[in-house]
Nanobody, 114 residues
């Protein structure tokens, strides 16, 4: 069983920055790693994805503000979030995908408020 664990959430003022981390066990370098988020009353949505080869994809709402990266030596994927807005407030989830199997973490709360 692959274990996925997020960290780094918290309270930040609008315009501020946060970096989320996600560690996954197993054959990390083979996983497609993704960040998703779910705001209250809304469906979970894709934020960013990074492939084993390092290709990335972002939701339009975060392009130019968020950066996803991975460190295979540390079995960790990061989400650098800048210029945060109140509408970025959500629980942020990390997942690891290997072929057709997806493993989810428990999520970390990000709150953007003054």
């Amino acid at each position: 069983q692959v274990q996925v664990a997020e960290s780094g959430g918290g309270l930040v003022q609008p315009g501020g920055s946060l970096r989320l981390s996600c560690a996954a066990s197993g054959f990390f370098s083979a996983y497609v790693m993704g960040w998703y988020r779910q705001a209250p009353g809304k469906q979970r949505e894709l934020v960013a994805v990074v492939t084993p080869g390092g290709s990335t994809m972002y939701a339009d709402s975060v392009k130019g503000r968020f950066t996803i990266s991975r460190d295979n030596a540390k079995n960790t994927v990061y989400l650098e979030m800048n210029s945060l807005k109140p509408e970025d407030t959500a629980i942020y989830y990390c997942n690891a995908k290997l072929v057709s199997t997806i493993y989810w973490g428990q999520g970390t709360q990000v709150t953007v408020s003054s």
